[in-house]
Nanobody, 115 residues
Framework: QVQLVESGGGLVQAGGSLRLSCAAS????????MGWYRQAPGKQRELVAR???????NYGDSGKGRFTISRDNAKNTVYLQMNSLKPEDTAVYYC?????????WGQGTQVTVSS
């Protein structure tokens, strides 16, 4: 089993920044792709960003332009730097670890952006 613990969420005004962190622990046998999804109330989860073990990043539409994903393999930790936040970024942000056959999910961290 792999456990994922997110941190760094909170309340921020529009235009501000937050940095989310997610630490993976447990039965980790390899360095796998990790990522971030988000889910706003009444909406399905959507991909924000993901990053391979080699540091290659891919962004969903919601994460392009203002967000940056990074990782520290030695710490089994992935980060999401969010800048120029907008109210529409308000959501629960979930960390993922690409296990087999599917993703492992964290419990999520709330990000609320006020106008």
């Amino acid at each position: 089993q792999v456990q994922l613990v997110e941190s760094g969420g909170g309340l921020v005004q529009a235009g501000g920044s937050l940095r989310l962190s997610c630490a993976a622990s447990g039965s980790i046998f390899s360095i796998n792709t990790m990522g971030w999804y988000r889910q706003a109330p009444g909406k399905q989860r959507e991909l924000v960003a993901r990053i391979s073990s080699g540091g290659i990043a891919n962004y969903g539409d919601s994460g392009k332009g203002r967000f940056t994903i990074s990782r520290d393999n030695a710490k089994n930790t992935v980060y999401l730097q969010m800048n120029s936040l907008k109210p529409e970024d308000t959501a629960v942000y979930y960390c993922t670890w690409a296990g087999s056959p599917g993703l492992y999910w964290g419990q999520g961290t709330q990000v609320t952006v006020s106008s």
